[in-house]
């Protein structure tokens, strides 16, 4: 394995309908915990702070916080509402204990916050003088916060819930957890809509203020944050380019940080990374990727001594008697460097952590990667798509899918090239019966032909008509939220005029040379550079908005309840981050048809008041014939996908069990529910075998679905008998950012007893039990699912696949008679909406939360990954057809 490449393993290549983002090693970005609250007590006149919660909402964190840093709010609601800073802990004054951390600063040097305790099922928190805030009166809350790395956890005390309640104290214990952690707070740091800035302080004169608007700004001012590092930290009071260091007469190791050169010594004349002196195959500074660039390593190295590296960094920077960078102006050099390293632009955040003024923050691009060298892989592109900015009438944020054709075949040697596995195989069909599968002529009727296909129409046919691999780099530009990149299985061609939503156009970003005169002109998605890139430059479909590619591409791209047709996309690739670099474990390789469709499903957020665009790049480096050993496998375990019944204003928790095959290698593990899933949880072997248990459906599904049922109990298991009590291996509790928890070294499973590789999964749902709770299934607001097989979306909403529940199931969602009964016949009118009150107010329209493939309605689906060093068979067959997609994402270094 290549000396710098992060040893992530390998991702199953999962075939896709919805999307579900999965991450090696282990957090979700921007996951939140609720937590139930033991106890808090805030005494000002005694300079006194605590809190405590434990139990197994405290989940288990896959976060170091002497790597990952953390953060604590306090805040309270209500007439006489106040806060704390959000109170940055020295990373240095963590410490690990045999069960998780423990932090210690008796001088309270932040925020007054002297101990903390973090580990599973345990949360407590103490403060004493300097402590940041004296409730002014009585509280309607108090909320606790707390953040490591991208994850969060809150926890909730209401007035009810309080002892005492007063000017300058507040006393209270027993608080439940709450449905959800707010999804926007002013002063944690993280500016959100509706917020015109968020540095997390309480400063005035820094340009933020603690109202979270903008203000006048007293410091120096810079143009750009890369100026403002070079003045701040190149040409300030580390040393970094003085005599001693980087100037310009002797720079060490020929690096110069002077301000005339310091970027192209860093970032080399193209942009892209300059090679280290130390360690060749090592950028000074990786556009995207803090950990892996030296400059970063070096600079860190001796801010935390006690870090561990990819490499080692030898000398820390600044080098002798010079001071260690401050942790906020290290922070800011990893904002920087994760967002593009850009030269011009403003990064979020870093005016606060140099205390520099800089203009508003700017959207940032990351230039084009190189592709792969000749001969050893190729380079797939997504055109760019316009970004909205933020204004005071719109939101910056967008969900697209759309596109690309490639065509591979000729860039690829003989040596990466295979038979695809069948799920990637061409099927063809005659012309005149679609439903009459054939391989010639001869299999089709008296004059019909075999030439239409009903799977993987894009790739060859027959040879050696899928290449490996075993490595993908991909970048993107730095808003983006996920992305989601996907292969089309399907039937239906680019050029197909009715399938891709309108015409292939050509999207460019403003800067390429062929903008002016060619971006938006159409084009043929045929017309690509077989010999140098594989690809049509800028050639796509038109741009969809939509979750999840909702309303996007052909008919063939709908989810497969059955597994027969439908589940056309096979999810290949995706990250969260702007640079994901993924190398499979040893001997383990994935698989692309040499020519298709590739879908590009792409969120992102541009919080500035600038227009931009959204591009990413994705490269596969060829499996050498070594790593063609073991295919990657999926779990997709669906059985009990509709086994939801949770009534109106209510909850439900179901659980299911899964086996894993003997001696695999599990190094994976995820979950898919929607809106209404808000807690699951999964615990490894050993379990016993069990089943949730069917709701009746609500209404018998005919004969001519094929026998298919939304779920089918198994009268050979016992029902389960619910959760264990003891901690999870997993949790997550946001439907659409799922926990992907990844095991290195992965944990292997050979026992012969069933009990030893049986995992227990089990999903709480709520439908609207609280204020905080996820909304209530609305009748009138619930989609009709889509058409599936030939039947219309309407004729399987009987049948109970999605959509509004049927009338006479409908209560009232609200005023004098909520919860009770209110619908009658077939449909809702003003008699039924009558019995829960005003008429006009149309409250006749609460329904239970079932499933079905729309997010108002619910899925259970536990998905993972692994591989088994023997396998049986070199095809990727075993992964299931018609599973959600995952999303690998960057992993720690």
Same mark, same amino acid.
């Given at each position: ?266 970032? =080399? ?517 889509? =058409? ?106």
């Amino acid at each position: 394995m290549h000396p710098f490449r992060r040893p992530i393993l390998g991702r199953s290549l999962l075939l896709a309908a919805l999307a579900v983002l999965v991450a090696p090693k282990a957090h979700a970005h921007d996951q939140t915990y609720p937590v139930a609250g033991d106890s808090i007590l805030l005494q000002s006149d005694q300079q006194i702070f605590q809190f405590e919660a434990s139990g197994p909402e405290v989940p288990t964190l896959d976060h170091d916080p002497t790597v990952d840093g953390t953060a604590i709010l306090v805040r309270g609601v209500g007439a006489n509402a106040g806060r704390t800073a959000n109170v940055t802990l020295d990373r240095n004054l963590w410490a690990a204990t045999a069960t998780g951390f423990e932090y210690s600063d008796p001088n309270g040097t932040r925020g007054g916050i002297t101990h903390v305790v973090l580990e599973p099922g345990l949360l407590s928190i103490q403060a004493g003088a300097g402590f940041g805030w004296s409730p002014g009166g009585a509280q309607d809350e108090v909320w606790v916060h707390m953040r490591i790395g991208d994850t969060g956890l809150c926890s909730r005390f209401t007035s009810g819930e309080a002892s005492s309640n007063a000017a300058g104290t507040f006393s209270a214990s027993g608080a439940t957890a709450p449905a959800a952690c707010p999804a926007q707070v002013c002063g944690d740091g993280i500016p959100q809509a509706p917020e015109a800035c968020d540095d997390g302080n309480l400063a005035t004169g820094d340009g933020c203020e603690a109202t979270c608007e903008t203000g006048p700004c007293n410091a120096q001012s810079y143009a750009t944050t890369f100026e403002a590092i070079q003045g701040v930290i190149f040409e300030g009071g580390y040393g970094c380019s003085d005599g001693l260091c980087h100037d310009s007469v002797a720079p060490k190791n020929d690096l110069e940080l002077t301000h005339a050169v310091a970027y192209e010594s860093l970032l =080399g004349p193209d942009g892209q990374g300059k090679a280290s002196y130390k360690y060749p195959d090592l950028k000074l500074v990786e556009r995207g990727a803090p950990e892996l660039s030296l400059l970063y390593i070096k600079l860190a190295a001796k801010t935390f001594p006690n870090l561990s590296f990819v490499v080692d960094p030898g000398t820390s920077m600044p080098s002798g008697s010079s001071p260690a960078l401050s942790q906020d102006h290290l922070l800011a050099v990893w904002k920087w460097i994760r967002e593009g390293a850009p030269r011009e632009g403003v990064v979020p955040d870093t005016q606060a952590l140099l205390g520099t003024c800089l203009p508003p923050p700017t959207p940032l691009k990351i230039p084009p990667p190189p592709p792969p060298a000749p001969g050893t892989g190729v380079q797939l592109l997504q055109t760019p798509w316009d970004l909205a900015p933020t204004t005071p009438t719109s939101q910056g944020e967008d969900e697209i899918c759309m596109a690309t054709y490639y065509d591979v075949s000729q860039l690829v040697p003989d040596w990466a090239k295979v038979p695809c596995p069948d799920y990637l195989q061409p099927v063809q069909a005659c012309a005149g019966d679609l439903s009459r599968t054939c391989t010639s002529d001869g299999d089709c009727a008296v004059g019909d032909t075999c030439t239409a296909f009903v799977k993987n129409a894009n790739n060859y046919v027959g040879g050696d008509n899928c290449f490996v691999y075993d490595r993908s780099l991909l970048l993107q530009d730095p808003q983006s939220h996920h992305s989601i990149i996907q292969l089309y299985t399907g039937a239906y061609l680019p050029d197909d005029p009715n399938s891709w939503n309108g015409a292939w156009t050509r999207k460019l970003e403003p800067d390429d040379p062929d903008y002016a005169m060619h971006d938006g002109e159409e084009c043929d998605p045929w017309a690509i550079d077989a010999a140098t890139t594989g690809t049509n430059h800028g050639c796509s479909s038109p741009v969809v908005s939509g979750i999840a590619c909702g309303g996007f591409g052909p008919p063939d791209m709908q989810f497969s309840l059955t597994g027969q047709g439908g589940g056309t996309l096979v999810n290949f690739s995706g990250s969260q981050e702007p640079y994901f670099d993924q190398s499979f474990a040893d001997g383990v390789y994935a698989t692309l048809p040499l020519a298709g469709i590739v879908v590009w499903n792409s969120h992102a957020f541009n919080l500035t008041p600038t227009p931009s665009t959204m591009a990413q790049y994705l490269n596969l480096e060829f499996a050498p014939p070594e790593n063609q050993r073991y295919p990657v496998q999926g779990i997709f375990d669906a059985q009990w996908i509709f086994a939801q019944n949770v009534p109106p204003f209510g909850t439900e928790e179901i659980c299911a069990t899964y086996t894993i095959p003997q001696h695999a290698h599990l190094y994976e593990l995820s979950s898919h529910t929607h809106l209404r899933g808000v807690g699951w949880r999964t615990w490894g072997p050993p379990n016993t075998p069990c089943q949730p248990g069917c709701p009746a459906p609500y209404k018998e599904i005919p004969a001519a679905f094929g026998g298919f049922k939304l779920c089918s109990n198994d009268l050979t298991l016992p029902i389960c008998e619910g959760p264990r009590p003891d901690p999870p291996l997993y949790y997550s509790n946001q439907y659409s950012d799922p926990l992907q928890l990844d095991f290195d070294p992965p944990r292997v499973y050979d026992s012969p007893n069933v009990e030893d590789r049986t995992f227990l999964y089990c999903s709480l749902y709520d439908n609207g039990s609280t204020d905080s709770s996820p909304p209530v299934k609305s009748y009138a607001n619930t989609p009709m699912p889509p =058409g599936i097989f030939g039947f219309p979306g309407e004729i399987l909403n009987q049948y109970g696949i999605g959509g509004p529940c049927p009338a006479d199931k409908v209560v009232c969602s609200d005023g004098p008679n909520k919860g009770a009964a209110c619908g009658s016949g077939t449909t809702i009118d003003a008699t039924d909406h009558a019995v829960c009150g005003d008429p006009a107010l149309a409250l006749c329209d609460a329904c239970p939360a079932r499933g079905g493939v729309t997010t108002q309605d619910e899925m259970f689906i536990l998905l993972g990954s692994y591989y088994i060093p023997e396998p049986e068979t070199s095809a990727l067959g075993a992964v299931v057809l018609g599973t959600l997609a995952w999303l690998a994402r960057r992993r720690r270094a």
